[in-house]
Nanobody, 124 residues
């Protein structure tokens, strides 16, 4: 069992930046691939970014590629999402998730554990 706690959300102007953090409980964090998803008001949750167990492989949704960066620090049991050049359509609740299978994919169903989410609001 893994518990995930996100932080770092807030209100930011368009063009601004935020860094989200997700800290996991337990000693096996490095065995999980990690992902970030988001859910905008009235929309389905969508994949944003993913990272493999070691952190050497990352992948992104086309809509955020070049603006968002996912990273992890296994010594701190934490995965990060740096959000640059934010747009109003980036307003959403951002969730981190852990994939016990360790492969990491863009599919929600691959992830076993989810955090409660952190709100990001981008004003125009």
């Amino acid at each position: 069992q893994v518990q995930l706690v996100e932080s770092g959300g807030g209100l930011v102007q368009a063009g601004g930046s935020l860094r989200l953090s997700c800290t996991a409980s337990g000693r096996t964090f490095s065995s999980y691939a990690m992902g970030w998803f988001r859910q905008a008001p009235g929309k389905e949750r969508e994949f944003v970014a993913g990272i493999n167990r070691s952190g050497f492989s990352t992948y992104y949704a086309d809509s955020v590629k070049g603006r968002f960066t996912i990273s992890r620090d296994n010594a701190k049991n934490t995965v990060y999402l740096r959000l640059n050049s934010l747009k109003p359509e980036g307003t959403a609740v951002y969730y981190c998730a852990a994939d016990a299978g360790g492969m990491g994919t863009r599919r929600e169903a691959s992830y076993d554990f989810w955090g409660q989410g952190t709100q990001v609001t981008v004003s125009s």
